[in-house]
């Protein structure tokens, strides 16, 4: 789905907040960013998530998939923490914060949200019932809680252990390149770099390949493994949903600030969405040279 300029920018101009030039030229540039990144084939057809949506994936590939996504989702970390550091403003590293020490078990703390009873504390961290909402501020820590360990439960099941998931060393060339490339752009020491490459993740997120991921697995697990859990995949499609939103008015904000470089972060963006088909490409061509072993 292309980017719309938001209504707001109007009541901007209407404020003399920016000017009627400025305006035009922020559309302008939402019109470059609908050409140059929306477009990019990871956005638009991501083959991957397409054919795994039919849930005709066996359990093989479902492992194999499940391993290439553990090394992602511990390798981010790494360049998540780079984001921290490499933040333009203190509260550029606490958002950066919020979504690493979210990713390593703080639970989001909701303030004036009654918090749900959890008579079994067996459960606290289970994605299946912490919030998506909220902040770290004041959350609560729970070693359950970290991403990796829902998926280390969903690796259970398939029969991998804690030593068969998560590491370099699992990792394909595609899945590494992928990785690498997010510390590289995303947790890149240029502002403008790393924001374009932010835009490009969260777009991608946004793009809706977390439901066909949900769809696929579902799928598998009706069709051979009841007690695989999908709350890892549930829990980042709900959080996504909300997100999506959020992300014109982002890049408005950005947009307008004085250090803002529209090359520098077209190309942190474009890049960063090459690393990301990457990542896919390899799941991909795995399926597929599996299918005529
Ligand atoms: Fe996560």
Not at 255 to 276: H, I, N, S
Request: overall charge negative.
């Amino acid at each position: 789905m292309p980017l719309k300029v938001s209504d707001q920018i109007r009541t901007r101009v209407a404020s003399g907040e920016i000017t009627a030039a400025e305006a035009d030229r922020f559309g302008a540039f939402v019109a470059t960013c609908n050409r140059d990144l929306m477009t990019h084939p990871v956005i638009t057809n991501n083959r991957f998530c397409e054919w795994f949506a039919r849930g005709e994936a066996d359990r093989d590939i479902v492992r194999h998939f499940v391993v290439q996504f553990s090394v992602f989702s511990n390798l981010f970390l790494i360049a998540q923490l780079q984001k921290c550091i490499n933040a333009g403003s203190l509260e550029g590293m606490r958002a950066s914060k919020e979504i690493l020490a979210n990713e390593i078990g703080v639970i989001f703390n909701k303030p004036g949200a009654a918090s749900k009873a959890v008579s079994d504390t067996d459960r606290e961290g289970d994605p299946a019932i912490v919030s998506t909402e909220g902040t770290v501020d004041g959350g609560t820590f729970r070693f359950a809680a970290a991403h990796f360990e829902w998926l280390l439960r969903m690796g259970e099941v398939l029969d991998l252990g804690f030593n068969d998931m998560g590491k370099r060393r699992h990792g394909t060339p595609s899945t590494l390149f992928f990785c690498d490339q997010l510390s590289a752009i995303y947790g890149s020491d240029d502002p403008n770099t790393a924001e374009g490459a932010s835009f490009a993740v969260e777009n991608w997120a946004a793009a809706g390949f977390w439901k066909q991921l949900v769809a696929g697995l579902d799928a598998f697990k009706k069709r051979e493994c009841p007690q695989l859990p999908l709350a890892f995949f549930t829990w980042h499609d709900r959080i996504e949903e909300q997100h999506a939103g959020h992300v014109m008015d982002e890049l408005e904000e950005l947009y307008f600030t004085p250090d803002f470089d529209e090359a520098k972060f077209l190309d942190g963006g474009r890049r960063m969405l090459d690393g990301v088909q990457a990542f896919w490409t390899g799941l991909n061509e795995h399926r597929i040279a599996a299918a005529y072993s």
